[in-house]
């Protein structure tokens, strides 16, 4: 897979993720948000595991887009 195509992918569950927290209005928007990306963050890692994907591999993967959620959600974590 190209490397835009793993970036428009994450763009797209940020998204959805972003719309999904709105959506919920018992917790607070930055707070489900940031959850959201850890939980997108194991099935990332689940799906790396499953396909066999190289965490090393010249190309973006799965692996790389669990980090890129992982990060994200520590991020809003730290700053909110």
Request: hydrophobic share 55%; glycine share 4%.
């Amino acid at each position: 897979m190209k490397n835009i195509q793993v970036l428009e992918r994450f763009a797209l569950k940020l998204t959805i993720f972003a719309g999904l927290s709105a959506a919920a209005r018992h917790r607070d928007f930055w707070h489900q948000l940031s959850t959201l990306l850890y939980v997108a963050a194991l099935l990332n890692v689940g799906v790396a595991l499953a396909r066999r994907e190289r965490p090393t591999a010249p190309t973006l993967t799965y692996w790389d887009e669990a980090v890129l959620a992982l990060m994200a959600g520590l991020l809003i974590r730290i700053l909110n």
